[in-house]
């Protein structure tokens, strides 16, 4: 088992950042890629970012890119969001989530909120 915890959710003005962090813990040496997914009110969940845990590589939904950045710090099991030039449309709860190469993704986490105002 893996678990993940979110943080650094909020309320931002639309043009503002946010930085959510993901600590995981447990069998963190099954990781293979770590990522961050959203679920706004009425709308299905849907990817946003993803790194490979151990190697290179992010990916990036359409619309965040150039505002958004996947990262992680190893050492302390941590990835991080950081969101930038943010939107009202951005409002969602922001899910961090860990594949161990199985092809889907295993565990999540309990999701932190992100509120966009305009």
């Known amino acids: 088992q893996v678990q993940l915890v979110e943080s650094g959710g909020g309320l931002v003005q639309a043009g503002g950042s946010l930085r959510l962090s993901c600590a995981a813990s447990g069998r963190t040496f099954s990781m293979n890629t770590m990522g961050w997914f959203r679920q706004a009110p009425g709308k299905e969940r849907e990817f946003v970012a993803a790194i490979i845990w151990i190697g290179d590589g992010t990916y990036y939904t359409d619309s965040v890119k150039g505002r958004f950045t996947i990262s992680r710090e190893k050492t302390k099991n941590t990835v991080y969001l950081q969101m930038n030039s943010l939107k009202p449309e951005d409002t969602a709860v922001y899910y961090c989530?860990?594949?161990?190469?199985?092809?889907?993704?295993?565990?999540w986490g309990q999701g932190t909120q992100v509120t966009v105002s305009s």
């Open positions: 989530a860990c594949s161990t190469g199985r092809g889907k993704y295993d565990y």
